[in-house]
């Protein structure tokens, strides 16, 4: 799927950004690695520079699964054990280098309940209510299935959202997964941009 660029992208009060799940785990060589999800870490960690240097709200969302998590093959679920509280598989990236000001959401913390979305389970909806967020900004770890979902969820509470289409890599369980989900975001009303969009 081919997506036209936006032309340049003001960034203004009542914007925020969430950098979803960019855990080691996710990144080459851990678990449940997501081809060439390393690429988007630069990318993101100068969109968390930029927002916070303009006083906007960050928030960085996180897998944070007990050992015996429902999404766990030993479990009936589809994946390998990965994000488990507390271990070096769940930190962010290294490179990341997420400063104390940005907010932390844990998502998919219950045994028995998956959340690919950050507003799953979580306080993310309220928390950007009291910040005054009206516009989302979406970047990171897996197009198909966490980005995916935030997006529908961000959209569903009356947000208006931009995907920075650097900043996110598929999984690809099936050929061209990510491309489809890029699709059905593009139809649910999401905006598509460039990193280079986005103001110095």
Known sequence: MAVSSTGNLGLRPGDALIVVDLQNDFLPGGSLAVPHGDEVVQVLAECVRRFLARGLPVFATRDWHPVDHCSFRAQGGPWPPHCVAG?????????LGLPPAVDIVSKATERDREAYSAFAGTD???????AGCTRLFVGGLATEYCVLSTVRDAIGEGLAVVVL????RAVNVQADDGVRALAHISELGARMAAFEELPE
Do not use: I, N
Request: glycine share 4%; net charge positive.
């Open 165 to 168: 289409l650097d900043a996110v």
């Open 87 to 95: 271990t070096a598989g769940a930190e962010f990236a290294r490179d």
């Open 124 to 130: 993310l909806a309220q928390r950007l209510r009291r």
